[in-house]
């Protein structure tokens, strides 16, 4: 478990025992995760075998979720299994790379991922106020909390790039001719390791934002419909409330760290631009610094782009995307009443 060394025990042991982590698993990793998919096999019987006094338009609503809950878990489940030793080989060269760079600062810590898995675990709070039968509450959640880990493996993932291209920057404003060009191989390799982690997470990312999508939609409409019309008590406003609030920040924390990432990538060009201008502003204008010219249109050429399959970009665009889309459906299901 070197290969996130910042990431807390407990959540690397998490990451074994739900399957997201296998880089150290090389005998039967399937062994570790069994366990936890076992469990919700077993959840999924008695969800399935709980009577309910459901009318058949909900009765339908139901079978609907229960194969959304199904499909969303095995998809994941192959989804970790396939990518495990894609995820091995990058993990691996970045810990190469982060040996040879020089790290001058230590980064702040990102508070938004403790504070996604914070809301997860308060919601666990409620269920012993609840009405509902246990299993009626855990087997719905058990996505959520399996998508929620992977956000925060691939969030732990994506801040040692972010790590490693902020150690390139500082490095280059050191305006060290010879260091900006050993660095400079050193950012193309990033970039590539960067996009195959992408690659990597593309199956479980467009399940996930799927999933956000319909849940999204449906619990942010019952707030507004407890809002308009009332008859719960507070414990249901209060649970439903975190719900939606856990949503957005989840969108928040997925879309945040991509940014980060290609943004601190991307900014490389601009401070190799700046250094080659101070130099020339002193008249100095040997092979090495017009080569810096060279350097710097070569990060121009190579910028990092997070995209889901080309469909769409993983950026801030993206994020106001998909909350306008929210809202219009929100919108229209309260006008019609639905």
Partial sequence: M????????LLKHIYILTGIFQLTLKKWPFLWYLPCYTFYGYLFYLYYHTPNDYNPTFVILDV???????????ICVISF????????????QLDTIEAKLTFGR?????????????????????FPFMN????????PVFPLVLNCFDVLFLNDVLAKFLHSFKAINDNIKTMNVQ????LSSTHFTLVTLASKICKNFEVTLIAAFLLWFDMAVETVYYVVV?????????????????WVIYYFVWLFVVVKIFARVEAEANQTS????????????????????????????????NKLRFTVRGIFYLNWTFCHTMVAAVTTYVVILVQFDI
Avoid at 81 to 92: A, C, M
Avoid at 280 to 285: A, E
């Fill in 179 to 182: 260091l900006i060009q050993d």
């Fill in 2 to 9: 070197c290969l996130l060394q910042n990431t807390p025990i």
């Fill in 270 to 301: 601009e401070f190799v631009h700046d250094v080659w201008g101070k130099y020339i502003q002193k008249g100095l204008t040997d092979k090495k610094i017009c080569h810096l010219q060279l350097v710097s249109v070569g990060f121009l050429n």
């Fill in 81 to 92: 299994h396939r990518r495990r030793h894609s995820l091995n080989d990058v993990l691996t």
């Fill in 226 to 242: 407890l809002i308009a019309h009332g008859g719960r008590d507070g414990l249901d406003y209060a649970c439903n409330v975190t």
């Fill in 106 to 126: 230590k980064y702040d810590p990102d508070w938004c991922p403790r504070i996604l898995l914070a809301l997860l675990v308060s919601f666990f709070f409620y």
């Fill in 132 to 139: 509902s039968p246990a299993i009626m509450l855990f087997f």
């Fill in 64 to 74: 609907y979720a229960t194969t959304q809950n199904v499909a969303f878990v095995t």
